[in-house]
């Protein structure tokens, strides 16, 4: 790579509000009108198979904020108040162990956030100790946590491989120290340096770093010796975010001085040279934010067009529900979404009348489950072939999808899409707008009116 071109009025005509379709539909159409008794009635049905298990707990609390910050957290300084946070984990899983079926195995287990390592290390134990004694894992299992080098020990470290984590994910965002004060998150490289030293020297098998790009006073400059610093800790997986300016549902957001934000323009040139940064360093461009060595299972997963996409991102593992416990997380099965309650004291008011913190939820048509696949195929393998597709979905692709397909054309003659009678490919500037294109195949989106709720898709 890259003989990528941008063109700065395809950024202008492209650049409009757009799911990120980590779901379909996007979260935005789950609603608390569901019926909770249909809901656990798709719950139930769901345990009645066998398929794989992946499991995230949602660990909210932060000491500071990070004025960019998009993630449901609890600023506090109070430690206490992660002890007080697993008793109510644990009765949420016991509420919810009532219902899984105990012969499911665990593949995946995430912990996110706020910031896991809030937890004091012998926290950290506990928490492993609770969902080893529920729940069976697979012997090769993984298992990812999200770490906050700022405050972290090594004890901490040690805890989390002790309870079977094996993968870290380090947040970096950018090394600039002007970047750094602009969004109020102080963390000098050697730090980092310092915490992976600490992830490879206790044994984690990957190392994913995690830097956003779309920050107030980057510049492609800037993001380059960021890239350059980070490429020097040797990741395995890279994962560089677009910043979602969404102030009207972070109020946090506004305290960023708007005129110190890159323009659209910019940001993709910081996109483009990240691309050809990283893929000339030996990375495989997986799509969207994600990067990751030419032998890593994303990479080979992508190759074998067995790649998903989820809450979490892309992933390996298909055929795996996710089961979410703590405050505002997510869980998804074929036939469902549901998400618990995003105020602290609410979750653990219905946990302490023995109920499921059920917030929201949504119960996917058949037409949602055809169109998530192939949503998803289209972001995880960049192209879809009608035949497979047919086959896969059992019914005729290019029948069903027909108005879909024929409102391609703009997008064909941008150079972003080539079609044949067989089927449809993205091509190499087409992956810079693979969120426009999969709005073409969503049929919650009116086409002329942009839904204003979500960041834009550039
Ligand atoms: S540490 Fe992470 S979750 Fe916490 S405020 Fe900062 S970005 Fe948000």
Redesign the pocket.
């Known amino acids: 790579m890259s003989t990528l071109k941008v063109d700065l009025d395809l950024v202008s005509k492209y650049n409009v509000p757009g799911p990120r379709y980590t779901s379909y539909p996007p979260a935005t159409h789950f609603t608390a009108e569901v019926r909770e008794e249909e809901l656990l009635e798709r719950i139930r049905t769901n345990n009645e198979t066998q398929r794989d298990l992946s499991l995230y707990f949602h660990l909210p609390f932060?000491r500071?904020?990070?004025w960019?910050?998009?993630?449901t957290?609890v600023?506090t300084t109070q430690q206490a108040q992660s002890a007080r946070y697993l008793k109510y984990l644990e009765k949420e899983m016991a509420l919810m162990g009532k219902l899984l079926n105990a012969k499911r195995k665990v593949v995946q287990l995430h912990f996110g956030?706020?910031?896991p390592t809030f937890l004091k290390p012998e926290e950290i134990r506990r928490l492993g100790t609770m969902i080893h004694s529920q729940f069976e894992f697979a012997p090769d299992a993984e298992a990812g946590v999200?770490i906050?080098p700022?405050r972290l020990t090594r004890e901490h470290l040690v805890a989390l491989r002790e309870v079977g984590f094996n993968r870290a994910s380090v947040?970096v965002?950018d090394n600039d120290p002007k970047v750094q004060r602009a969004v109020h998150?102080i963390q000098p490289f050697d730090q980092t340096r310092l915490v992976v030293d600490g992830i490879r020297s206790t044994g984690f098998k990957s190392l994913n770093l995690d830097l956003i790009y779309g920050l107030p006073h980057q510049t492609a400059a800037s993001f380059e010796q960021t890239l350059t610093d980070v490429l020097k800790l040797n990741p395995d997986r890279l994962a560089v975010f677009s910043y979602a300016h969404v102030p009207w549902i972070k109020p946090a957001q506004k305290i960023l001085a708007s005129g110190a934000l890159p323009a659209a323009e910019v940001k993709l040139q910081i996109l483009k040279l990240t691309i050809e940064k990283l893929t000339s360093e030996g990375y495989v461009y997986i799509g969207m934010d994600h990067f990751a060595r030419a032998d890593d299972e994303l990479a080979v997963a992508q190759k074998a067009k067995t790649l998903q996409r989820n809450f979490q991102g892309y992933s390996t593992h298909g055929g795996a529900d996710i089961y979410s416990f703590g405050m505002s997380s997510i869980s998804q099965t074929e036939a469902c979404y549901w998400q618990n309650i995003k105020d602290l004291p609410e979750y653990y008011k219905s946990l302490d009348q023995g109920r499921l913190p059920f917030a929201k939820g949504y119960l996917s048509t058949i037409e949602d489950q055809i169109r998530r696949q192939v949503i998803m195929r289209l972001m995880c393998d960049l192209s879809l072939d009608y035949a497979a597709m047919s086959r896969y979905l059992e019914t005729d692709f290019a029948t069903h999808f027909a108005a879909e397909l024929a409102s391609l054309d703009d997008l064909e003659a941008d150079g972003l899409v080539e079609r044949s009678a067989t089927g449809l490919t993205v091509t190499e500037l087409g992956r810079l707008f693979i969120r426009n294109i999969a709005m073409r195949f969503d049929a919650y989106r009116k086409v002329q009116e942009p839904e204003p709720r979500f960041s834009k898709t550039i």
């Not at 960019?68 to 993630?71: A, L, R, S, T, W």
Request: proline share 0%; charged share 20%.
């Open positions: 932060c500071s904020l990070c960019y910050c998009g993630c957290t600023i956030g706020g910031t999200e906050d700022r947040g965002q998150r």
